[in-house]
């Protein structure tokens, strides 16, 4: 006869390891790195939370104090490897096997450590992706997780930075696998309850907060006058005509800038409540203005955003928050709404090639992906039409039969044709490549694919991929955009100017926008400050960014 | 000063109205339809669950009884429109606008009422794809949810069939919008926490379980030697090659056959452990015999389904199974791995184009989609490589660069040339063509588009048309595994000669299968009753398909 409930005593083995170590569910800081050496065993596939905000660092600090003779070989599985001790203990031989999703502040470390062989990498996946296989081939065994506050049954609450949680314990609990929470204080009775007592199994008062790292707040005062440009070009060109309702911004100062003059240029053209009104989104502090003024009618946020805590609870007609009055994020969810439910995506890149093939891989770095590789991609599952969906996908294909075409995501890339430290972002190869023969990857870190680009958009114009009718077309369209770079240089000048008169390729002044007017003045706001005082002092940005 | 809290003030207004017909959370079944006049509004967006399995049938009951003056005009948000209730409430004027995924039993009426005006159509969806609505432009004012059972505080116990409630409740209680749930009984503590109780906002004591459909089950007995000939191509001609793990099945005769066939055709060719381990799947009773014989390792369930609860509550290791021991399924988590964790989704239809587009739309009927749309699309922001992943990108693509070049999710289309009541399944025009035509559709109701369809296999072979270089070879490729039909006989046999020698089209022979061999004795089970032989008598198959 099988044993049928194998994972289950497997994990009662764990539990009563555990249990030697802790008061009910409760263990001490003090008794931590000895608990986990109780309830890990070598090869363990562990999720140490690792979000791309929030993270588990408690845990993690204790996690890189086991001793490698008792916990080895283990195989992460998390979204973000953010902090020192995330590769830490695959210096010391704790862990040889990683998948994850993203990261940024580790990437030249972990691109080191690959070349090195001290990490095994499984892949690299965009946060949706990952959250799937917890489900299928990488379910974890152990989940190391963060929330604000737990009670003594275990409830746990984990505030605005919900984030992964519900996914990782999901996936952990109900397949077998052992939950462990480290939280900022017990308490009698938790705000709301974020994750239900029966799916955690530990509990670690850490009597202090969890880190979180203010990832998508962007100063203002930092916003060029190239960048304001392109947001004017941005506005005019795509928002007004597709008419693009419900969308996602990624990070980075021209989405920033595209932001700050909604309630400015956007008003001026007649926008508002036409665009823009409803958003899969992280608390972007450069949104306060628009919201202030109108016009947006609904956000779900990814995570939250360090100092945008009370000014969300202040708006709950905007934005998803529970009971207790503060925000409830849910990364899976907001994923799912920005692949599904969103008809743009628009993101900053690093290098764009002559197909459109996009990466954020500069030299030695394996960055991850972050959520982009999911918006960026056309939905082909998507099955409700919309007016900017619909006129995508005839523009892309407009003598196809029409009750059998599909309608085209908006995904629009926009930068500075001259990037950071004057690097151009348009490239023959993408260093992405280089780095792939280095680490003989089957393939390479391509954040969105030339094929689901629909628009790029620099200070030279705006590029159309979808008017495109060949591979040549494309090229000469990016090329066209791509100003004084040697790409940009080396463009076929008669068709860039047949592509013009196609409108595949639009200049400012084909949009009617005078460069000169590209002026910081139009920025609703210039400072952190000014967001700070468009919030009626509800928005707390963090110190760093604070400098008056 | 704007007022921000609209949405709460008005929660609040509904909470208190409904309060004065509760006590407590606890609404008593014969103040059902008093209590929802009280709390809903003409106008209101609600779920009422509405699922593809389990429904809140008491609640669908009292809504279709409330005064049509004091509640009328809804716009459902359902992912199923199954019972009776749920149209009923259209025929009244309850209810007016409709944004769903699945239809199944109700599709000819449905389509009656479109015709004749009574509903006025938002969209079809993917289940997935209305999920993420939810939280973007179809956020529910009111759930109407079922569960097993609730403690006093709300707290609630779905048991194996959690399916969207999760997912519902999350978008609901945090959007500002009203829970309520109907339970099958109150108990003092419920077994596990499915939903918090401070998401729910009252419980209704149905006093009986709630209504579920055993969807998911085939009777072997039915399965013909058709079938299981186009189950032996598919093993032998696809899931051997690619060495398929993971995968999602379509319900369906065909795939039942090749469940049934693993434990002796797979066993044979060797297959055991290198293919279908790990399934994004609902309970199919048809894979006990497998699991049994040890294929699976791991199975993430969609919903569950009638008769396998005690099975399944038995075989831990194999399903997610929760601190009481029964299943927890969720239907959002599933569909997200079928999307991004699968290399395989295979499923049946009823009419495939020259194109390759799908449909199950025959004559009037509006059936919806379920998953398939979802799983059935390459996901596009995938970005982990797998064997047979790449296998097909290198197909669809073999003289791109490799780093570049994606691999493709297999989407395979199985059936017999000709289907029930000897309808073809392949035809010149898609039935779904003239349903748009009628009702005036943006897009005409797709299953699986052909750009996205990676095989086809019949009687007469596995056409792959990942090799096919242009439309012309694709649309041969089809008509050459046409049969019979008139799209099989407007062939051109020496292109599909060629094809095959391509090995685009492998007939049985080429592939080593005797058509003779397609025997019933290859069936593991060859009853209902073998199943639940096979399942050591813990399957409890529905009275409907015991005939002994």
């Not at 996690?63 to 973000?80: C, F, I, Y």
């Not at 309702?245 to 990070?251: E, K, T």
């Not at 939250?304 to 990364?331: C, H, K, Q, W």
């Amino acid at each position: 006869m099988r044993d049928w409930n194998m994972k289950g005593r497997d994990r009662q083995a764990r539990l009563e390891a555990g249990r030697r170590l802790a008061s009910g569910k409760v263990v001490a800081a003090q008794d931590l790195v000895a608990f986990l050496e109780a309830v890990l065993r070598p090869g363990d596939r562990v999720c140490l939370e690792g979000d791309n905000q929030k993270q588990a660092d408690v845990l993690a600090k204790a996690l890189a104090k086991v001793d490698p003779a008792k916990v080895h070989d283990l195989h992460m599985v998390q979204s973000g490897v953010v902090l020192p001790e995330h590769l830490d203990i695959f210096e010391t031989g704790i862990a040889r096997r990683l998948d994850f999703s993203y990261s940024g502040p580790q990437s030249a470390r972990i691109a080191r450590m690959m070349f090195g062989g001290r990490i095994e990498l499984g892949a690299v996946h965009t946060y949706l992706e990952l959250f799937a296989r917890y489900f299928i081939d990488l379910t974890p065994q152990v989940a190391l997780i963060a929330a604000v506050s737990a009670d003594r049954a275990g409830n746990l609450y984990t505030g605005p930075n919900t984030e992964d949680t519900p996914t990782v314990v999901e996936a952990t609990s109900f397949g077998k696998g052992l939950v462990i929470a480290q939280v900022g204080e017990i308490v009698d009775q938790v705000p709301r309850v974020d994750i239900p007592a029966d799916q955690v199994h530990f509990v670690v008062n850490a009597q202090r907060p969890f880190y979180v790292e203010p990832l998508f707040t962007r100063d203002p005062a930092a916003i060029t006058e190239t960048q304001i440009l392109t947001a004017m070009l941005a506005i005019k060109g795509l928002y007004a005509p597709y008419g693009v309702r419900r969308l996602n911004h990624g990070i980075g100062f021209n989405t920033a800038a595209i932001e700050l003059l909604l309630p400015t240029y956007g008003e001026r053209l007649g926008l508002k409540g036409k665009v823009c009104t409803h958003w899969a989104l992280n608390p972007h502090p450069t949104l306060i203005p628009a919201i202030e003024s109108g016009w947006v009618e609904q956000i779900h946020c990814f995570g939250s955003e360090v100092g945008m805590e009370d000014y969300m609870r202040a708006r709950p007609d905007i934005f998803f928050t529970g009971p207790d009055g503060s925000l409830r994020s849910n990364r899976a969810f907001c994923q799912t709404a920005g692949l599904y439910a969103c008809d743009m995506f628009i993101g900053s890149t690093l290098q764009i090639d002559l197909a459109g093939n996009s990466s954020t891989i500069t030299g030695s770095r394996v960055a991850g992906f972050g959520g982009a590789p999911n918006m960026g991609s056309d939905a082909r599952g998507r099955r409700h039409p919309s007016a900017p969906w619909l006129r995508a996908g005839q523009e892309a294909d407009p003598t196809g039969a029409p009750a059998l075409r599909r309608g085209r995501k908006l995904v629009i890339q926009i930068g500075e044709t001259f990037g950071d430290g004057n690097a151009p972002m348009f490239v023959e190869r993408l260093s992405a490549l280089d780095l792939a023969d280095k680490l003989d990857l089957d393939l390479a870190p391509v954040m969105v694919y030339g094929d689901d680009v629909t628009h790029i958009v620099t200070e030279e114009g705006v590029a159309n991929l979808l008017l495109c009718r060949d591979k040549d077309e494309r090229e000469q369209a990016i090329r066209g955009v791509a100003g004084y770079t040697e790409v940009g240089r080396a463009r076929d000048r008669k068709m860039v100017e047949r592509l013009r008169e196609r409108k595949v390729i639009q200049r400012p002044e084909d949009l009617g926008i005078d460069p000169l007017d590209a002026d910081r003045s139009l920025l609703v706001a210039r400072s952190i400050k000014d967001l700070m005082i468009a919030s009626g002092g509800l928005y707390r940005p963090p110190s760093r960014f604070r400098n008056w």
